[in-house]
C-alpha cells in the first residue's frame, strides 16, 4: 500500500510517501510546499494546489494527517488548522481514506516515546527508511506520519486476522 503523510503548515506543508509490504516499509518521495505572501486565502489556494498535484503524480492509496495541537497562540492554532483543512480536503476530494494522528502518537509509533525530540524522529525516520534524503524537518515529519499510519493499518490488519 502507498501512503502519503502530510504535516500541516501554513508556510511549509511537509509530505512524505512510502509504500508498505507486509513489515518492510519503502521511502518513495517526500517534500515540502511553500506559501509565501501575508494573504491567507493566496497562501491556502498555493498549498491545496501543490498537494492535490503530489496526490496525482504520486496517487497513494491512503493519506495520514497530523493532527493541531492547541497551544497559547489560539490565532496560531486557528490558521494552522485552516492549513489542515487544506491537507484534508486534498486527500478527500482525491477518495483517499484518511488517518489522523496526534504529534505524540506519531513520536511514540516512530520512536517509542510521545515526547521524542525532532533529532530522534528523524533519526528513527533514517532508520526505518534507509537511503530516505529528507528535503526538510516538515518532509521528515510527513514521513515519520505515514511510518505512523503504515503501522497503526498493520496492527488493525493483524487484529482483524486474530479474530477471523
Keep these: 500500500m502507498k501512503i502519503i ?14 509504500v508498505t509490504d507486509g513489515p518492510r516499509l519503502r521511502h518513495v518521495a517526500n517534500g515540502i510546499i511553500h506559501s509565501a505572501g501575508d494573504e491567507l486565502g493566496p497562501r491556502l489556494a498555493t498549498l491545496y494546489r501543490g498537494l492535490c498535484a503530489v496526490i496525482a503524480e504520486h496517487r497513494p492509496e491512503a493519506a495520514a494527517v497530523e493532527q493541531t495541537f492547541v497551544n497559547k497562540d489560539a490565532v496560531g ?12 480536503l486534498s486527500a478527500a476530494e482525491a477518495g483517499l481514506p ?3 494522528y496526534a504529534p505524540n502518537a506519531v513520536k511514540k ?4 516515546v510521545g515526547h ?3 533529532e530522534q524522529v528523524q533519526h528513527m525516520v533514517r532508520f526505518l527508511l534507509p537511503g530516505a534524503e529528507f528535503r ?3 518532509a521528515a515529519d510527513a514521513l515519520a506520519i505515514a511510518i ?3 503501522h497503526h493499518l498493520q496492527g ?6 486474530a479474530q477471523a
Excluded: Y
Design 148 to 150: 505512523c499510519h503504515a
Design 98 to 100: 484518511i488517518g489522523e
Design 109 to 112: 509509533t516512530v520512536v517509542g
Design 156 to 161: 488493525r490488519s493483524l487484529k482483524i486476522k
Design 136 to 138: 526538510g524537518a516538515d
Design 77 to 88: 492554532t486557528l490558521k494552522l488548522g485552516q492549513a489542515r483543512g487544506i491537507a484534508l
Design 116 to 118: 521524542a525530540a525532532k
Design 5 to 18: 503523510g502530510i504535516d500541516p503548515g501554513l508556510r511549509n506543508m511537509g509530505w512524505g510517501i512510502v
